[in-house]
């Protein structure tokens, strides 16, 4: 059984469902996972389960080509007989397909009758709930390791996500949505309060465009500080020297701060 399939059947496993998996059908064909949850001794739902996953984009497969995984007629055959022999009765079921990395998802999206589910949400659900009991299961054994051994670790994960070559797992555009993603979580906005790393907070906002002095006066303005911070600010700015000194040049070269200042 392959790692994409190992990881499908352990997802549904813990939703609920058994599954049976590989049922050859004629003319070739082949169902890749049927899904049955039972509640109470009752069939509660059935999933006919096809796969379309991998590492890199499916964009080069039209979705309609994927309708046929579910529209020939062996299959559904098949499909019944096996329904029939293992839950004793025809059921109705519903058709899902699982799908790697695509540009054209609102395509796959306009299949009839079809649920189609990314397999990256499968694998962040597998992830999310993998504890560290030891599972004998080989792939779900790897994803533990990666899981508690590389991303629990700070510094091999920012070397990982820094890595610049052909291998690289983020570009540019992917990068800049994961900062942004991370950034507005209430947990690294705590961390983000912490003294200890105002440093490294220094050091963004000094390549940041809130490096511009017109944008940054904005922000403090509208987004940071309230009015009795802004006095609490201004009082503190005015006890450095540097600025003391630029403020006086600034008053003799400008008259209308000067007017300003004196009002």
């Known amino acids: ?13 813990r939703k609920g469902f058994f599954s049976i ?13 049927i899904a049955v949850k039972v509640k109470d001794g009752k069939v509660e739902k059935v999933q006919h389960i096809e796969m379309a996953c991998s590492i890199t984009s499916i964009d080069n497969f039209k979705p309609d080509e994927y309708l046929k995984r579910f529209e020939d007629k062996s299959v559904a055959e098949k499909l019944k007989l096996t329904l029939k022999n293992f839950v004793g009765a ?11 990395q695509t540009s054209r998802l609102d395509d796959f999206n306009k ?19 993998l504890d560290k009991w030891y ?12 899981k508690y051994s590389l991303l629990a670790d700070p510094d091999k994960l920012a070397t990982l996500l820094e890595e610049q070559d052909e291998h690289k797992i ?4 992917t ?26 907070l220094i050091e963004v906002l000094k390549h940041s465009s809130l490096n511009q002095p017109e944008k940054l006066a904005r922000v403090i303005e509208e987004e940071i500080l309230g009015v009795r911070s802004r006095k609490k600010f201004l009082n503190a700015l005015l006890k450095y020297e540097g600025v003391k000194q630029e403020l006086k040049e600034a008053v003799v070269q400008n008259e209308n701060l000067s007017k300003f200042i004196e009002g």
């Open 111 to 129: 299949l009839s009758g079809i649920t189609i589910i990314n397999f990256s949400d499968v694998m962040l659900d597998v992830m999310k709930g």
């Open 1 to 13: 059984m392959n790692p994409e399939r190992e990881v499908i059947n352990w997802w549904l496993n």
């Open 135 to 146: 599972y004998k299961d080989q792939v779900i054994r790897t994803l533990q390791l990666l």
């Open 90 to 100: 025809e059921v109705n079921y519903e058709k899902v397909l699982i799908i790697g």
């Open 21 to 33: 998996n590989n049922i050859t059908a004629s003319n070739n064909r082949e169902i890749d996972i």
């Open 175 to 200: 990068r800049k949505d994961f900062l942004k993603n991370l950034l507005s979580q209430a947990e690294t906005k705590r961390a983000l309060g912490k003294e200890m790393i105002e440093k490294e």
């Open 170 to 173: 983020l570009k540019l555009t």
